[in-house]
């Protein structure tokens, strides 16, 4: 057989040849939402107590079992397995577990079914690993199942009850019996206080198992809200309807009061507090047994107390209030210590940063300082008397980690390359799971010491995707900063693949822009950064400006917007775009902006005040009325349309249609419990009023996210034509 010689020069052209191609190849919308570039993550991961290994739940495709299973986090190598469904013939598929405080017991969630964003109700199980044996929680579908401390007990809500099951004799108690849907509800909170001040479950078991504390919600003089399902009853000639309460601005909310009930008595107690209060956003139990803190805020949610509440004499006092001339924002920080001090979050002195107080509220020390923002606070690790927290001591989009005394001494930095790191912490604070993603490195896990931030070992990384992209050549996403209206904005800018400076090219703004919100972050690739990519291919710069109002930038940056929300963030796009349009290689005029929820409202404000310099807008689930949208969000930063109209009204779109004068796209999910499709219907109402062609969409059933099926390809796909037509 005869050889083939390949020549140099020949091979040369023929690789070069084969680079530009993959290079050259192109994004598509099928691949984006067909998960092609899906990252890869360690699913619902769990430190156990000792402090040396962890638990994942796992499925084998091939054997379809569902397992939770250990693993040392030293070696990384599996120890033994907790559960598997092939040996348990009561639980066949398994959604979600949680093990007891002991971890001698596993609760198991099947049949799991949403309610809101946050919410849920399924079928429980709870099942002892040592014994194999099964017990059924309940009969009927449940919300918010707990252990007790000591294992021996669930407590759960059904049907706005609260029920306790006895584990060891299977008998049910009932604590309350008063709970209606769209009237009362015990023990998990209505849907502002689970959207708002994000939390579901709305009672706590005290160390010792033998009381439990819960918030009752009396909304019967919350107005309701219905929203017509038009497919999701099945197939039926008429449309089923959601009714449920949403306290719009200004209106009533649900009536809140604290009871503690006696496990052993049989007998509960409602909490008095000395002072007018509208929310209780948090309880919890400090290490005393028999004390539990709560956190109490005023309607303008710019005071807020930390009281303790002795349940022995049900007495309580405040041992820390907090005013602010704007509003405090609520966290899961508080953190007791073994003397019942306490570990508190502030923006008292401008910047967020980490507090320590005594168990009478008696500041001990400013545990962190200085002109940037505590961004995460992990825990305090009692044996070494350290507290952990993520920050941006390195720039307001990039996070590292850092552990530090809580005397405020021997601070050190835990983390090494720039970008964005997250840590998840071992029971014991001996290691911690960082995860490490910036602008060109997808999410690497590696193990690390606690000690001395040294890496003890790679878990996973995203290096077969970074590879896959290669083939795609994208454009770096470029950050900068751009100085509007006195500040320096953080800012990222993608620009075409073959990028000429001497060219003229069309520009779509991205922004979302609410209060504390960060969009402009030194993180790799979401979602829509590839459908940028596809528009950078199509021969369009996109850019993302975070301007006056968002986050990590000092609390006067943050708050600026009180009362004002959409006027100095809508100041600042308008002239960045202005600014950007005088760049050589900006068309100024094909200058467009789209923006989700929040950014909807903004880009529709963004059309009508800013037309001199935008030509097209994509607005969706956006809020057009202040009026239209939840008390606690909304009067956060506006306080109340009584008290603050022209606030609501000046700055909302659905009273500047008269300016449209470029192209406008509205789309909403009818089925949005959050941004209500109402806030679209009466912008189109009024658009078509003041005699203004636009364009709109529909999404029927769909919710806040407008996702599922074939919907979130069809959405971007409009999008893209939508651009496409209009720049």
């Not at 429980?124 to 199942?145: G, H, L, N």
């Amino acid at each position: 057989m005869k050889k083939s010689v390949i020549y140099p020069s020949f091979l040369f052209l023929f690789l070069s040849f084969y680079l530009l191609q993959a290079q050259n190849k192109k994004v598509t919308l099928g691949e984006i939402w067909s998960g092609e570039f899906q990252q890869e993550y360690l699913q619902s991961l769990r430190s156990l107590d000792n402090g040396k290994e962890y638990a994942v739940q796992n499925f084998d495709r091939s054997t379809r079992n569902l397992s939770v299973d250990v693993y040392s986090y030293e070696t990384g190598k599996k120890t033994r397995t907790l559960i598997s469904s092939n040996e348990v013939k009561e639980i066949t598929y398994m959604q979600t577990y949680a093990l007891s405080d002991d971890e001698n017991k596993m609760l198991i969630g099947t049949d799991v079914e949403p309610i809101f964003r946050r919410s849920s109700k399924g079928v429980y199980f709870v099942y002892d690993i040592a014994s194999k044996k099964v017990t059924k929680v309940a009969d009927e579908k449940v919300q918010s199942p707990q252990f007790s401390p000591d294992g021996s007990k669930v407590a759960y809500v059904f049907e706005n009850n609260i029920y306790v099951k006895d584990l060891g004799n299977g008998n049910t108690h009932q604590i309350t019996k008063d709970g209606v849907v769209n009237k009362i509800i015990n023990g998990v909170t209505d849907w502002v206080y689970e959207e708002e001040f994000a939390f579901v479950r709305a009672f706590a078991w005290n160390k010792t198992g033998d009381k439990i504390a819960y918030l009752r919600f009396d909304e019967t003089e919350v107005p309701e809200f219905s929203m017509d399902m038009y497919g999701s009853y099945g197939n039926q000639l008429y449309p089923g309807q959601h009714v449920f309460k949403y306290p719009k601005a200004g209106e009533k909310n649900a009536e809140v009061r604290l009871f503690i009930h006696d496990l052993e008595a049989k007998k509960t107690n409602e909490v008095a507090f000395a002072k007018e209060y509208e929310y209780i956003p948090r309880i919890k139990w400090t290490n005393d047994d028999n004390v539990l803190s709560v956190h109490l805020m005023n309607r303008h949610q710019n005071e807020l107390d930390l009281v303790f509440v002795d349940t022995k004499t049900n007495q309580s006092k405040t041992v820390l209030s907090e005013k602010n001339k704007a509003y405090i924002d609520v966290t899961d920080n508080l953190t007791f210590l073994n003397d019942n001090s306490f570990i508190w979050t502030s923006e008292k002195d401008g910047w967020n940063h980490i507090y320590h107080y005594d168990k009478n509220g008696k500041l001990i020390n400013q545990v962190t300082a200085g002109d940037w923002e505590v961004t995460q606070y992990y825990g305090f690790d009692k044996k070494t008397g350290r507290i952990f927290y993520q920050s941006t001591e390195n720039g307001s989009i990039n996070r590292d980690v850092f552990s530090i005394r809580a005397n405020g001494k021997n601070k050190a930095k835990l983390t090494q390359k720039t970008g964005t790191n997250d840590a998840d912490f071992s029971a014991d604070f001996t290691y911690f799971i960082n995860t490490f993603s910036n602008a060109t490195t997808p999410n690497e896990f590696t193990l690390v010491s606690s000690d001395n931030g040294k890496v003890v070992r790679k878990i996973k990384d995203n290096q077969a995707l970074l590879e896959h992209n290669k083939a795609y050549g994208f454009s770096r996403k470029e950050f900068s900063t751009i100085h509007i209206n006195g500040n320096d904005l953080n800012m990222w800018m993608i620009k075409p693949t073959d990028f000429d400076e001497n060219k003229k090219y069309p520009m779509l703004m991205y922004q979302y822009s609410g209060p504390g919100s960060q969009s402009v972050s030194n993180t790799y690739f979401s979602t829509n950064d590839y459908w940028y990519q596809l528009l950078a291919n199509e021969g369009y710069v996109v850019v993302c400006v975070d301007g006056r109002g968002t986050g990590f930038k000092g609390a006067d940056f943050k708050k600026l917007t009180q009362k004002e929300l959409g006027k100095y963030e809508l100041e600042d796009q308008i002239d960045a775009a202005k600014e950007l349009g005088e760049r050589s290689y900006i068309d100024e005029n094909r200058i467009g902006i789209w923006g989700w929820s929040y950014g909807g409202f903004m880009s529709s404000n963004a059309i009508l005040k800013g037309n001199d310099v935008f030509k097209m807008a994509i607005a969706v689930a956006p809020v057009t009325s202040w009026r239209f949208y939840d008390t606690i969000y909304t009067e956060r930063y506006m306080t109340t349309p009584q008290e603050n109209a022209s606030g609501y009204d000046d700055n909302s779109p659905i009273n500047h249609v008269d300016k449209l004068k470029g192209a406008y796209l509205i789309v909403h999910g009818s089925a949005d419990d959050n941004v209500h499709v109402q806030n679209t219907m009466q912008m189109i109402d009024a658009l078509i009023q003041a005699n203004k062609q636009f364009d709109w969409a529909i999404y029927p059933d769909k919710n806040h996210g407008i996702y599922g099926g074939n919907t979130r390809l069809h959405l971007y796909t409009k999008m893209t034509n939508f651009i496409k037509e209009n720049l």
